[in-house]
T-cell receptor, first 108, second 115 residues
Framework: GIQVEQSPPDLILQEGANSTLRCNFS?????LQWFHQNPWGQLINLFY???GTKQNGRLSATTVATERYSLLYISSSQTTDSGVYFC??????????FGQGTELSVKP | DTGVSQDPRHKITKRGQNVTFRCDPI?????LYWYRQTLGQGPEFLTY????????KSRLLSDRFSAERPKGSFSTLEIQRTEQGDSAMYLC?????????????FGQGTRLTVV
């Protein structure tokens, strides 16, 4: 089946720093989603992005489907950005295949 | 619309007992998905429904697991004869669409602990 790999697995930042999270996938996909998992376990939707670039405040995402990767940019990080970030590729029927996540810790 | 709702939020059960979880999707969403997440891992797909039809089941869904969506609205996930390895977060998601890609939205999850 399709493989989804995220890097880095862990990231520690000082508040105010910028970061880039990467998601590689091994096969063509219908779409891709980025999530932030909050401390209580809920997955919060960040982006639904099959290709191109989208921006939402301090966050933006770029997917290059032909090269099978997506990037999530976080600018001017805040402590509330801490948590686990997941990318998930969307397969037929809407089934999601998740990566292992990037655990981000933003220090004050 | 209050989003996807799951109940209970937490469940502690003794090994060998049966448990049932409920998921209420976003109204008008025709697709409903169940995932399982263990500590330090990404969520893994278990099964999904389009309306009341169960269209796909993962190999992770052993014969002790059963899911239903009887009227195409809420869904239940039952685990019979629970084992310690069933301890995990069970996540439900819903989406609207036909065919390939549709954006999924998740509930808060049910955290199961089997003691």
């Amino acid at each position: 089946g399709i493989q989804v790999e995220q890097s880095p697995p862990d990231l520690i930042l000082q508040e105010g720093a910028n970061s880039t999270l990467r998601c590689n996938f091994s096969d063509s996909v219908n779409n891709l989603q980025w999530f932030h998992q909050n401390p209580w376990g809920q997955l919060i939707n960040l982006f639904y992005i099959p290709s191109g670039t989208k921006q939402n405040g301090r966050l933006s995402a770029t997917t290059v489907a032909t090269e099978r990767y997506s990037l999530l940019y976080i600018s001017s990080s805040q402590t509330t950005d801490s948590g686990v970030y997941f990318c998930a590729v969307v397969r037929w029927g809407g089934k999601l295949i998740f990566g292992q996540g990037t655990e981000l810790s933003v220090k004050p | 619309d209050t989003g996807v709702s799951q109940d209970p939020r937490h469940k502690i059960t003794k090994r060998g007992q049966n448990v049932t979880f409920r998921c209420d999707p976003i109204s008008e969403h025709n697709r409903l998905y169940w995932y399982r997440q263990t500590l330090g891992q990404g969520p893994e797909f278990l099964t999904y429904f389009q309306n009341e039809a169960q269209l796909e089941k993962s190999r992770l869904l052993s014969d002790r697991f059963s899911a239903e969506r009887p009227k195409g609205s809420f869904s239940t996930l039952e685990i019979q004869r629970t084992e310690q390895g069933d301890s995990a977060m069970y996540l439900c998601a819903s989406s609207l669409g036909v065919g390939a890609a549709t954006e999924a939205f998740f509930g808060q999850g049910t955290r199961l602990t089997v003691v």
